[in-house]
């Protein structure tokens, strides 16, 4: 087994997790916005901590830091953020699992973006892949219980809302390979924690700034749910750090489609943690998504 498969189930698991403290965040009368800051305010000084001690105990020092690196950097963690956003509204409009579903659509999204942008080549066995979990997106996105034409339960706010999330994350993996790509010299590791340490900062400063500018008084909020939003700061470390180290060694598509395992977890925390039911429709999206992951990867 390659290395970026477990990194990316690693990764996967530590996703949901966060968003399951974002979605309680959310209840605890957070905005959007405050819920999104979160991530990033707690877990950002751990990520600079991390990459300093690993950069001197390696050797590996001070990184050279290209000019290609920033439009990739800065798209990347402008993209997250605003995905970020996209995916904690959803949760005011859908239940958890339906939530995370609308956000697998990055699965095909990256695969067109990463062609576009970085000249990734997609197998045909990957591309089927993605199509069977595609399907099981579709029966998911659906609610059991609505009526009416099909176009009706399909295109409302909620699908906007993760339509755009898929969009964005798209965006966000591609950039941040794209920005590890480019600093070249350094091993794996050093180089997907120094562009998240990066981005990360950048990210809590734009974030800040926005928030004393149009939501006063959330900051402060934020610090005051120190319990939670500090479990969430600490699994989006380990979650971005994962990802991170998966788009350097493998393209975004590949990474993002055997990242659709956070659905069936996101299933289970819907179930256990907020009561949610799992309908038969839904059941037979988690075999199609299950199939496409098995596929995704023995092909590999």
Same mark, same amino acid.
């Given at each position: ?6 990194? +990316?189930?690693?990764? #996967?698991?530590?996703? #949901? ?16 916005? %405050? ?38 950097? $800065? ?24 939530? $995370? ?21 997609? +197998? ?22 609505? +009526?009416?034409? !099909?176009?009706? /339960? ?5 699908? *906007? ?16 390979? %794209? #920005?590890?790509?480019?600093?070249? *010299? ?10 998240? #340490?990066?981005? +990360? ?16 008084? =959330? @900051? ?6 120190? /319990? @939670?939003? %500090? ?11 994962? !990802? ?31 009561? =949610?039911?799992?309908?038969? /429709? ?7 998504? %299950? ?10």
């Amino acid at each position: 087994m390659e290395l970026w498969i477990p990194i +990316t189930l690693a990764a #996967a698991t530590a996703q #949901a997790l966060r968003f399951m403290l974002q979605k309680h965040l959310r209840g605890m009368q957070l905005s959007t916005a %405050g819920a999104t800051f979160a991530r990033f305010i707690y877990s950002s000084p751990l990520v600079m901590v991390i990459a300093v001690i690993y950069a001197r105990a390696s050797g590996q020092g001070v990184p050279q830091v290209p000019a290609a690196f920033w439009p990739y950097a $800065i798209a990347g963690g402008a993209s997250q953020i605003l995905a970020t956003m996209c995916v904690v509204a959803l949760f005011s409009h859908r239940n958890f699992a339906v939530g $995370i579903t609308f956000k697998k659509t990055e699965v095909l999204l990256s695969a067109l973006i990463g062609f576009v942008i970085l000249g990734d080549m997609i +197998t045909a066995w990957a591309i089927c892949a993605m199509l069977i979990g595609l399907v099981g997106v579709i029966l998911l996105s659906d609610p059991p219980n609505a +009526t009416g034409a !099909w176009h009706q /339960r399909i295109f409302n706010k909620a699908t *906007a809302l993760g339509l755009g999330a898929g969009l964005l994350f798209g965006v966000s993996g591609n950039g941040y390979r %794209g #920005a590890s790509l480019s600093l070249g *010299a350094g091993d794996v590791f050093y180089r997907a924690i120094v562009t998240l #340490a990066i981005v +990360t900062a950048l990210q809590t400063l734009t974030m800040a700034i926005w928030l004393v500018w149009r939501e006063r008084g =959330e @900051v402060t909020r934020v610090f005051r749910a120190w /319990r @939670v939003a %500090g479990l969430v700061g600490l699994t989006s470390m380990v979650g971005s750090i994962c !990802w991170f180290n998966a788009y350097t060694l493998q393209t975004a598509a590949y990474v993002n489609a055997l990242g659709q395992v956070e659905l069936l977890l996101s299933l289970a925390i819907g179930s256990l943690a907020f009561g =949610e039911k799992i309908s038969r /429709r839904e059941w037979q999206g988690i075999i199609f998504l %299950g199939i496409s992951i098995l596929v995704l990867v023995l092909v590999a």
